[in-house]
């Protein structure tokens, strides 16, 4: 048996509230911050316990493991109490279940299960104790935290376009006249949120900026700065990608807006952040951070990849009837149009990278025009479009190849 020191503040409560649990239940438990550190575990008579409990009580922390991150997600995207795999021969099976404020995360609780599975019982004692840890957390963490709570209600509201701009300047202590910039921030090619990037996006704010305002919407957490020049808000953006992918499981990506002193605007650089982090996530390479200028293109194609999806009457007939063509016949005129104009009408460019004779290429234009009533040496417009068409047709087939 070990005594229950109070670590790190951590109070006594928490040591009799895994007691509590751990003799409904029969085995050890340990409850965690989202940093994977014990603050507080059970040492009644007679529990089961193995050695990577007992580790972990001696470190204060949990010994890693590969398979670790994923378990800890699992547990903190679900609803209820998670049964998972053992990780290692001598280990016991356990169960596990998110500490929650609403739908902040603020660590969990895990237990080694009886010499029996876990029945009712058992899980509604793991449940309860959830709900009693995030009472007392949020207790200890006082006034602060609870500041930052108003906060982040307050800018997910301006975010959302809920409330006035005046309540959101007072309640989130703006400067006047402010300097705003919104930065975004969201994990490269997940398509939803791990619960530790909003509490370490939280955590790293405060301690870098008193004055800003985080909170999160879906999978991304977003930053708003009150006073900064754009170049400084973008090395804190830096720096600020840099510990986050530390922390977390892969790849951060940071979208920064562009800067504003009128609150009402803020719904707008949500849009413009969204739309680079759809360009920036979906990149394995790339950038860390971007503005809109650095992705302006695949933004524009972005949007206009939208508009053609949700109105039907705005594609080119004759290029439907093309792509069509080449998926039923096994031609390559959408290929070779492509390419054509890619290399701005230099057939012999064209050819090259088609790997066919300029004469064929030639032949296929014109049949293009024969076939599909689809003018390539016309007005430059008619070709803008037909290459709009083309690449996002393209883009679409390529993004369909790429597995989540």
């Given at each position: 048996m070990?005594?229950?020191?109070?670590?790190?503040?951590?109070s006594?409560?928490?040591?009799?509230?895994?007691?509590?649990?751990?003799?409904?239940?029969?085995?050890?438990?340990?409850?965690?911050?989202?940093?994977?550190r014990?603050?507080?575990?059970?040492?009644?008579?007679?529990q089961?316990?193995?050695d990577?409990?007992?580790?972990?009580?001696?470190?204060?922390?949990?010994?890693?493991?590969?398979?670790?991150?994923?378990?800890?997600?699992?547990?903190?995207?679900?609803?209820?109490?998670?049964?998972?795999?053992?990780?290692?021969?001598?280990?016991?099976?356990?169960?596990?279940?998110a500490?929650?404020?609403?739908?902040?995360?603020?660590?969990t609780?895990?237990?080694?299960?009886?010499?029996t599975?876990?029945?009712?019982?058992?899980?509604?004692a793991?449940?309860?104790?959830?709900?009693l840890?995030?009472?007392?957390?949020?207790?200890?963490?006082?006034?602060?935290?609870?500041?930052?709570?108003?906060?982040?209600?307050?800018?997910?509201?301006?975010?959302?376009?809920?409330?006035?701009?005046?309540?959101?300047?007072?309640?989130?202590?703006?400067?006047?006249?402010?300097?705003?910039?919104?930065?975004?921030?969201?994990?490269?090619?997940?398509?939803?949120?791990?619960?530790?990037?909003?509490?370490?996006?939280?955590?790293?704010?405060?301690?870098?900026?008193?004055?800003?305002?985080?909170?999160?919407?879906?999978?991304?957490?977003?930053?708003?700065?009150f006073?900064?020049?754009?170049?400084?808000?973008?090395?804190?953006?830096?720096?600020a990608?840099?510990?986050?992918?530390?922390?977390?499981?892969?790849?951060?990506?940071?979208?920064?807006?562009?800067?504003?002193?009128?609150p009402?605007?803020?719904?707008?650089?949500?849009?413009?952040?969204?739309?680079?982090?759809?360009?920036?996530?979906?990149?394995?390479?790339?950038?860390?951070?971007?503005?809109?200028?650095?992705?302006?293109?695949?933004?524009?194609?972005?949007?206009?990849?939208?508009?053609?999806?949700?109105?039907?009457?705005?594609?080119?007939?004759g290029?439907?009837?093309?792509?069509?063509?080449?998926?039923?016949?096994?031609?390559?005129?959408?290929?070779?149009v492509?390419?054509?104009?890619?290399?701005?009408?230099?057939?012999?460019?064209?050819?090259?990278?088609?790997?066919?004779?300029?004469?064929?290429l030639?032949y296929?234009?014109?049949?293009?025009?024969?076939?599909?009533?689809?003018?390539?040496l016309?007005?430059?417009?008619?070709?803008?479009?037909?290459?709009?068409?083309?690449?996002?047709?393209?883009?679409?087939a390529?993004?369909?190849?790429?597995?989540?």
């Amino acid at each position: 048996m070990w005594e229950s020191p109070n670590v790190g503040g951590t109070s006594e409560e928490l040591y009799a509230l895994a007691d509590a649990m751990a003799a409904v239940i029969g085995g050890s438990v340990s409850i965690e911050d989202l940093d994977n550190r014990v603050l507080a575990y059970s040492s009644i008579p007679d529990q089961r316990i193995d050695d990577l409990r007992r580790q972990g009580i001696l470190d204060r922390r949990v010994p890693d493991q590969p398979e670790q991150p994923q378990q800890y997600r699992q547990v903190l995207s679900a609803a209820g109490v998670v049964r998972l795999p053992v990780l290692g021969p001598d280990e016991l099976p356990r169960v596990a279940v998110a500490i929650r404020a609403g739908e902040r995360p603020l660590g969990t609780i895990w237990a080694i299960e009886g010499a029996t599975p876990m029945d009712a019982t058992g899980e509604s004692a793991l449940l309860d104790g959830a709900r009693l840890a995030a009472t007392h957390l949020l207790r200890q963490w006082g006034a602060a935290e609870l500041d930052r709570q108003d906060r982040a209600d307050a800018l997910r509201g301006l975010l959302v376009g809920e409330g006035t701009a005046s309540q959101a300047r007072v309640r989130l202590g703006m400067p006047d006249p402010p300097r705003l910039t919104l930065l975004a921030f969201a994990q490269a090619g997940s398509s939803v949120l791990d619960a530790r990037l909003d509490t370490a996006a939280a955590r790293h704010w405060a301690a870098v900026s008193a004055e800003a305002a985080t909170a999160t919407i879906n999978r991304t957490a977003y930053v708003l700065l009150f006073n900064d020049p754009p170049t400084t808000a973008r090395r804190l953006a830096e720096q600020a990608v840099a510990a986050l992918c530390r922390g977390l499981d892969g790849p951060v990506r940071c979208a920064q807006s562009r800067t504003t002193g009128d609150p009402a605007e803020v719904p707008a650089l949500r849009a413009e952040a969204d739309a680079i982090l759809r360009v920036t996530t979906a990149d394995p390479s790339g950038r860390a951070v971007a503005v809109l200028g650095d992705v302006h293109a695949s933004v524009l194609l972005n949007h206009v990849a939208d508009s053609l999806a949700g109105h039907q009457g705005l594609r080119h007939p004759g290029i439907e009837a093309m792509l069509e063509h080449d998926r039923t016949r096994r031609t390559h005129y959408a290929a070779s149009v492509t390419a054509w104009l890619d290399a701005a009408g230099n057939v012999g460019d064209a050819a090259r990278q088609l790997n066919v004779h300029p004469n064929t290429l030639k032949y296929r234009l014109r049949r293009v025009h024969d076939l599909f009533g689809v003018d390539l040496l016309g007005h430059p417009d008619d070709r803008l479009s037909c290459w709009l068409h083309l690449r996002l047709q393209q883009d679409q087939a390529v993004s369909s190849t790429v597995p989540n």
